[in-house]
Every structure is written in C-alpha cells, then in structure tokens.
C-alpha cells in the first residue's frame, strides 16, 4: 500500500527525524491561508507518484496571492510523470511547505534484504531527481549496508554510510539519528519501503528530510488500522482496489486479453504463453486455490469491466479449486453482466467434466480449448477478431 509525501512525513516526524513544516490544502483558498504561514514557500502536488518536479507537480511561490494562483492549476490538474504512465494521475491536493535552501542532496532508503533475511540500508552521495540514472550508469555511487533485523540498527550499519556521505562529528551523529528512524519504522510499520529522496544538508549545515516515500506490505495491514486509515482510493485502479477487497490478486497490464486463473504460478505461465503465441495478456489474476463462485464472479466482472479487454482466458487446473465452481462462477456472472467479448476457457483437474457441462449448459458461446497452448492460441485469436 502507498501513501502520500504528506502522510509519509508525519510518520517520519513520529520517529524524530527532521522534515520541514507544511500544510495540507484540497483548494487555491487554502493553499493561501497555508503560504501565509511563511511568505515564500513550496507548493507539492500529492500523487501517488515520483518524478511530480519534473512534471510541473511542484512549484515555488513567492507570496500567498502567488500560492493560490498556482494552487488554481495545480488542483484539478492531470499529471504525467514516468511512473503514472501516458494516462497521468488528477492531483486533488497539494502540500504547501517551507522553502528549504540545500547545500547538497542524498539517497537514503531501507529496503527488505530478502537473500540475507534482513534489512538493506542503499545510499548515495547522488541524491535527487536524478537517482534512477545514477543507479543506472554510475552503480558504485550506491552504497548498500546489511541491516540485521535480529540485533536491530547498530552504529557501525550508520558509520559505513556517514563515510560514504564524508560526514563526521555532528553530521555523523545526525544521519545515524535519521537512520535508526527509519529502521525503526520499517519494521514496526511492517513496511516495504522507507525512502528519503532527497536528504538535504541545508546552508545551515543541518539535515533534512526534503521528501519522503513510504510504502507497506499489504499482508500486514491488518496489524495496523491507522495505516490503512491513510488510504486513498482515488490514487489506485479501481479494478485493483475492487479485487483486493475480495482477496484475490489482481495487477493492471497493458494488453488486450484477459486472465482468470487459479494459482499464481499457473497465472504468469499463462501470461508467458500468451506472449510465447504473440499475444499480450491484460493483467494478472490470481483467484486462489479454494475461490467460491461468488470470488470467481466477482473476478469476471473485473475482466469485463476493462474497456481494454478484447477476449478472456479462463486457464484452470482444479486441485483444491474445482472445475464446477470456476463454471458456476462464470456462468453466473456472465448471464447477469451480460457477455459481450469471446471467452476461452481451458478447465482440467477435479471435477473437470462437471465443469465442462455447466459450461455447455449453461447456452453461453464459450470457446473451449484443450491444453494451455490452444487456449492461449484461440485468446489471441479472439481478441484479434474482436479489433478488427
């Protein structure tokens, strides 16, 4: 789960580390009533996304009049950066805050370490709008210190990085403050990313958190209700947000013919033979071992709801899922939704000829397929037609 800048600093401010004061404002009026609180000032758009600078998503103003004339175009506005995709994202508010003078900005971010069953600190003297180039071109710029997650953040795991960084004496005593922060909430928070980009020395010569991104295992959340309480639907695809409400395990892509399988290894073979054929599969889908028919409805309902959806490839191998329930499931949801696009549908494993009746019953024009490879072929060959 992702969260906004704005709601990654109050966490951040929760663990002692220093972030710059700011307001958060849903119109131009306030954006002003905000800026009065310091003259000049930063105003930042709130999307779920990086590269907003670039982008136009972040702009000084000199005064409060000049904070609400931008607030003016910036809420409301659609924003393109490299990660919201050509489509963009609505900004429906922004962050207005003090303006920092930086001196040299840094790359700071714990990370899980998955080989070592631990923690990863990656840094770099490089930070900024620059990073992924600098990650890129230049690797040994980036630094990665292994965080033990039994004997927790130590002195030395900050020491590696300060020297790095070329920082002593109180410098040093603040990055190792900054970074014992961040451990901390990552795993007290059961997070996935903890990110500073970037950390400012300012003209002063202390060290702030200019920016912040902080994302959170999904699997975990039930542990913390004041995490999902930042939540904002409005940043995610509702397709996504709709099959996580029913537990199934759903990703937006970008192709044209839509999955519905069992099993998660079973799903990207799917995928890869769909591309293996020629073809570009429209998502990830997942509805799990033991789906009821109502999951596998709602899971046909998502599918069809994707205007990008040309055909659909039902690719099920019933162990613990059943044939028939994976049928009943798309009969019904097709009979009440109404089925408008080719449906292929490969079934094998328990309860398989139960399945293949309820199908051929059910007066639907279901393609079936029998194997993997004919099903993927049939898909491809459907959604062509569908374009034509």
Excluded: W
């Excluded at 175009?73 to 963009?88: A, D, H, Y």
């Excluded at 040093?172 to 403050?177: A, F, N, R, V």
């Excluded at 950390?199 to 702030?208: A, P, W, Y």
């Amino acid at each position: 789960m992702k969260i906004h800048e704005y709601q990654a600093k109050e966490l951040l401010r929760d663990y002692g580390l220093p972030v710059p004061t700011g307001y958060i404002a849903f119109t131009a009026l306030e954006a002003k009533q905000a800026a009065a609180n310091y003259g000049s000032c930063v105003l930042k758009a709130q999307i779920h996304s990086g590269g907003r600078g670039k982008a136009g998503g972040v702009k000084l103003a000199k005064d409060p009049d000049d904070a609400y004339a931008i607030a003016l175009n910036m809420i409301g506005m659609t924003l393109v950066t490299k990660q919201t995709g050509p489509s963009g994202k609505t900004v429906h508010r922004i962050l207005v805050t003090e303006k920092i003078t930086a001196k040299q900005e840094y790359y700071l971010s714990v990370i899980g370490d998955n080989e070592n069953a631990g923690l990863l600190i990656v840094a770099s003297a490089d930070g900024g709008t620059e990073i992924e180039e600098t990650a890129k071109d230049h690797p040994e710029r980036i630094v990665q210190v292994p965080v033990s997650l039994s004997n927790g953040f130590e002195k030395a795991d900050g020491v590696a990085v300060a020297k790095a960084f070329g920082f002593t004496g109180e410098l040093k005593d603040e990055l190792l403050e900054i970074l014992s922060g961040m451990v901390r909430l990552y795993v007290e928070r059961d997070c996935s990313l903890v990110e500073i980009n970037p950390l400012t020395l300012t003209t002063e010569g202390h060290l702030v958190c200019l920016d912040a991104k902080v994302t959170f295992d999904d699997n975990a959340l039930f542990r913390h209700p004041e995490i999902v309480s930042m939540r904002d639907i409005d940043e995610e695809d509702p397709k996504e947000y709709k099959a996580a409400q029913h537990d199934l395990s759903y990703v937006t892509l970008d192709g044209d013919i839509g999955c519905l399988v069992n099993g998660a290894g079973l799903a990207m073979a799917t995928m890869d033979i769909i591309k293996n054929y020629g073809g570009k599969p429209a998502n990830f889908l997942d509805v799990g071992g033991s789906a009821t028919a109502e999951k596998v409805k709602v899971a046909f309902e998502i599918l069809l709801s994707d205007p990008n959806v040309k055909a659909i490839f039902i690719n099920i191998f019933g162990g613990i899922m059943k044939c028939d329930v994976i049928a009943t499931g798309v009969v019904g949801a097709a009979k009440e939704i109404g089925l408008n696009i080719p449906v292929v549908v490969r079934l094998e494993g328990t309860n398989v000829d139960l399945g293949r009746e309820i199908l051929k019953q059910s007066g639907l024009a279901i393609i079936t397929a029998i194997d993997m490879a004919d099903g993927a072929r049939k898909a491809i060959e459907a959604a062509r037609e569908a374009s034509r």
